[in-house]
């Protein structure tokens, strides 16, 4: 499976959570979608989309059919959960359980000891493997674009969407169990995209959230504002996030990023940098001028 295929499925499967008749109701709003939004049946004769249809499943179907047999999709686990969850009575309690105690075991630890340059970086906390912090009660991550975060449920019984609950302001996320004190209530870091942002029921016992920043190029340093800060200057962005970028993106991306840790760190950015080499060869060139209270805006 591509990556191309995987990018949509957070989407898509957070839609189909929303579906609790299956297949066809999900089938059944996209069909409403290109119905009502696009020219898909209106544009083109009956016999075109409907050879279309036939085209893109049957090429679905065929990989089925070549592939090495994957354990049954979201969809299809949501539809089977009862009769799954009935051999499994006991399992959801140790199943938390391990979730919470590998949390435990991960927990961001605190920087003590920096070099006079890192001196201010003293307290805050080791970013984790994802860029983001892992605290006692749940996790986050991001990249440049999104931030996504993992809450793992306490819970006796088996956990649904419908007993979630979380809401997703555009500077504000609430998530915990219905009627139950929340897990995450407070301001987030920065602003998010409201449409863009979801969040899915995963494997019955942990809330799956995904925020869409709108400020792409800075790095957050906690999720809520009453979090532990993170030192953003040891981030580590994946080369291989940057590689999927266009080559204009990229640059203005890494520009930013190297500008921020200039800042950071007090040293100057690459337009300041510019400028001092313009001022130096200005000064090359014109030995008799003062230049001592010469300063940059």
């Not at 579906?19 to 898909?40: C, Q, V, Y």
């Not at 539809?79 to 051999?87: D, H, R, V």
């Not at 009575?89 to 140790?94: A, G, L, N, Q, V």
């Not at 975060?149 to 169990?177: E, F, H």
Request: proline content about 5%; glycine content about 4%.
């Amino acid at each position: 499976m591509s990556a191309e295929e995987e990018k949509f499925d957070r989407l898509l499967l957070a839609i189909a959570e929303q579906h609790k008749n299956g297949i066809p109701e999900f089938l059944g709003t996209i069909a409403s979608f290109l119905r009502r939004k696009t020219d898909f049946f209106s544009g083109a004769s009956q016999s075109k989309w409907e050879g279309l249809l036939l085209k893109v499943f049957q090429k679905e179907s065929e990989l089925v059919i070549e592939e090495p047999k994957n354990e049954p999709t979201k969809i299809e686990t949501a539809k089977k959960e009862p009769e799954t969850l009935k051999n499994k009575k006991d399992e959801p309690i140790s199943e938390i359980r391990e979730v919470e105690n590998s949390i435990q075991e991960e927990l961001s630890t605190p920087i003590n000891e920096a070099d006079d340059s890192e001196k201010d970086e003293v307290g805050k906390l080791k970013p984790n493997a994802g860029n983001g912090c892992t605290l006692d009660k749940y996790s986050w991550t991001q990249t440049l674009q999104e931030v996504e975060i993992k809450v793992p449920l306490s819970n006796s019984s088996p956990l649904r969407a419908r007993d979630i609950a979380v809401t997703i302001g555009k500077t504000s996320l609430k998530v915990g169990l219905k009627n139950q004190e929340p897990i995450i209530n407070g301001q987030l870091n920065a602003e998010v995209k409201q449409e863009d942002s979801v969040w899915v029921l995963q494997d019955n016992k942990t809330v799956l959230i995904t925020l869409e920043k709108i400020n792409k190029m800075t790095w957050w340093d906690r999720l809520i504002t009453t979090d532990p800060p993170i030192s953003t200057r040891k981030i580590n962005p994946e080369p291989s996030k940057l590689s999927d970028l266009d080559g204009e993106t990229r640059s203005l991306v890494e520009k930013m990023m190297y500008d921020q840790r200039q800042k950071e760190m007090g040293l100057p950015t690459s337009e300041e940098k510019k400028k001092m080499e313009i001022l130096e060869k200005f000064k090359m060139q014109h030995p008799e001028m003062d230049f001592s209270n010469c300063k940059f805006n």
